[in-house]
């Protein structure tokens, strides 16, 4: 079992920057952030492999940057440039294999809530 808890969330307004971290009780071959809006389907932000490759969807493409720190078994999401349409509960997710953001994660954390006002 993997435990995942995110940090960092908050309320910003646009055009600012948040910094979420994850910190895992394993670091598994990919980790990732996804998000979800009430009344959507939660979707994929960014990968990470363990060799460093990472993956991010269109829209936060050159806005976030996804990292990870071995050593401290942590993950972070660097968010810049924040948009409205940002705003979701942010998730961090392990996988033990498949990299990617269609990918099916093995564990996921409880989420932490970011708020972009216009």
């Known amino acids: 079992q993997v435990q995942l808890v995110e940090s960092g969330g908050g309320s910003v307004q646009a055009g600012g920057s948040l910094r979420l971290s994850c910190a895992a009780s394993?670091?598994?071959?990919?980790m990732a952030w996804f998000r979800q809006d009430p009344g959507k389907e939660r979707e994929g932000v960014a990968s990470i492999s363990e060799y460093g490759t990472t993956s991010y969807a269109d829209s936060v493409k050159g806005r976030f940057t996804i990292s990870r720190d071995n050593a401290k078994n942590t993950v972070y999401l660097q968010m810049n440039s924040l948009k409205p349409d940002d705003t979701a509960v942010y998730y961090c997710?392990?996988?033990?294999?498949?990299?990617?953001?269609?990918?099916?994660?093995?564990?996921w954390g409880q989420g932490t809530q970011v708020t972009v006002s216009s």
């Open positions: 394993t670091m598994l071959y990919c």
């Open positions: 997710a392990a996988h033990y294999s498949a990299c990617g953001l269609g990918a099916h994660p093995n564990y």
